[in-house]
């Protein structure tokens, strides 16, 4: 008999596009989620440890919030931003309340691609500049701008860029400033985007003192900083925005993903000093679609009645002191980074397979285990870590446990 995957495998391979891809070998098929755990059709259960690529941070069906969603569709589902709805507006004004320093004016849209191309094109339209830099571990979206400031090559489908762009090296140095100032002293520069921790790069996380002194260099030279928060926003390293760690205003931020909770919404945040003059029809179908906005201001209210920042902070100092403790243990293990609940886990090459293969391998048996994690890294060897926020200690101790026996195990079995 055909199993439901096998059947939508089938499916997949005859009307996808190649480009969409899957993770595992085996991939089980999810039909349903609740709190931190998705099911397969078979009622299989799996500790939801990637929640979407940090979508999902207040957790699956979340009654309090899903119920805000249903409620908005009995009433009206959409109508564009050319119209007056309440959840919009009064979305943006609980934002301005989170959004550091003067960016308190937005644009509405539906997904994190949508809310880089705005931010790039207001960097420019601003500036009358058509230059961009970006970080080559950076990943900014799929669609053709936000690829261009794209510096992984596996997420660049296409290479003829649409603007002049210029890559330097990644958050892990700070020499790499060197290199950002030679290009602003040229004055060509319309802005630097950067994510505060590269996700998909492998969980970068900068060292103290880069963003202030990109902040200080982008204002110097006349250029816009774009913070890319869309993985890193709404709490996940433990407060509203990544860059609050850093003590620094952007002149963008751009947020999507955990922000809805699984409903589509993106937005770009920019100060009344960039949004003056930018005043041609910029209307978007679904941006500000009401049952989005409705699910955010349950979100950001759900946030901050249970304390997600307090919560990601204080579960993911724990986490990564215990997967830091594996470290000595498991010579597999190169490094653990990470702030917040958004951790990697980058893994050493064996004798016998490459780092990127052996991380194929964690991810399958932790997945037969009862447990899906992801994967990041440009060479895709760092296991990467980024549950819900509502996660349970008794859970992430369950991950812990779980994930060092199947290390152990591959280190038997390489021996």
């Known amino acids: 008999m055909t199993s439901e995957a096998d059947r939508l495998l089938r499916l997949k391979k005859q009307y996808l596009i190649p480009s969409v891809y899957h993770f595992y070998q085996n991939p089980p098929a999810l039909v349903r989620g609740a ?57 943006a004004e609980q934002l301005a309340a989170i959004t550091p320093g003067d960016l308190n004016k937005f644009f509405f849209c539906a997904s994190g691609s949508e809310a880089n191309e705005a931010a790039l094109l207001m960097a420019t339209s601003f500036t009358q500049k058509n230059e961009i830099i970006y970080l080559k571990e950076g990943l900014h979206g799929r669609t053709k701008w936000a690829m261009s400031v794209t510096g992984i090559d596996m997420w660049r489908t296409d290479d003829n860029l649409v603007v002049t762009t210029h890559a330097i ?21 319309a ?35 774009i913070a890319d928060e869309i993985q890193t926003g709404m709490n996940r390293t433990g407060t509203w925005f990544a860059t609050d760690h850093e003590k620094i205003i952007p002149d963008i931020i751009t947020m999507a993903k955990a922000l809805g909770n ?30 989005a906005c409705r699910t955010a201001l349950a979100v950001l209210k759900y946030h901050r009645e249970h304390q997600l920042g307090d919560r990601s902070w204080q579960s993911g100092q724990w986490l990564i002191n215990e997967l830091r403790g ?90």
């Open 169 to 189: 090296p990644g958050t892990q140095s700070l020499d790499s400033l060197e290199i950002l100032e030679k290009k602003l002293r040229e004055g060509k520069i």
């Open 262 to 291: 699984g409903f589509p919404i993106a937005v770009c945040a920019v100060s009344e000093r960039i949004a003056k003059d930018y005043r041609k029809p910029a209307g978007c179908t679904f941006g500000g679609n009401p049952i």
């Open 326 to 415: 594996l470290k000595d243990e498991v010579p597999l293990i190169k490094e653990v980074r990470g702030r917040g609940l958004m951790i990697g886990v980058e893994l050493n090459d064996s004798k016998e397979n490459s780092a990127a293969q052996l991380t194929d391998q964690i991810l399958e048996e932790m997945k037969d285990r009862g447990f899906l994690i992801g994967k990041s890294g440009i060479q895709r060897n760092v296991i990467t870590l980024m549950p819900p926020l509502i996660i349970q200690d008794y859970q992430l101790q369950s991950l812990v446990s779980t994930l060092k026996t199947v290390l152990q195990l591959k280190m038997q079995n390489l021996h």
């Open 191 to 225: 802005a630097v985007i950067a994510e505060p921790i590269q996700g998909n790069g492998g969980i970068i996380v900068p060292p103290i003192g880069y963003w202030q002194n990109m902040r200080e260099l982008c204002t110097r030279y006349g250029a816009l900083l």
């Open 35 to 91: 709190d931190c755990y998705v099911y397969d059709d078979q009622d299989r259960e799996y500790l939801d440890c990637f929640s979407g690529v940090t979508v999902m941070s207040a957790g699956h069906s979340n009654p309090e919030i899903t119920s805000a969603a249903i409620a908005q569709i009995k009433q009206l589902q959409n109508t564009t931003t050319i119209y007056l709805t309440a959840p919009m507006l009064e979305l």
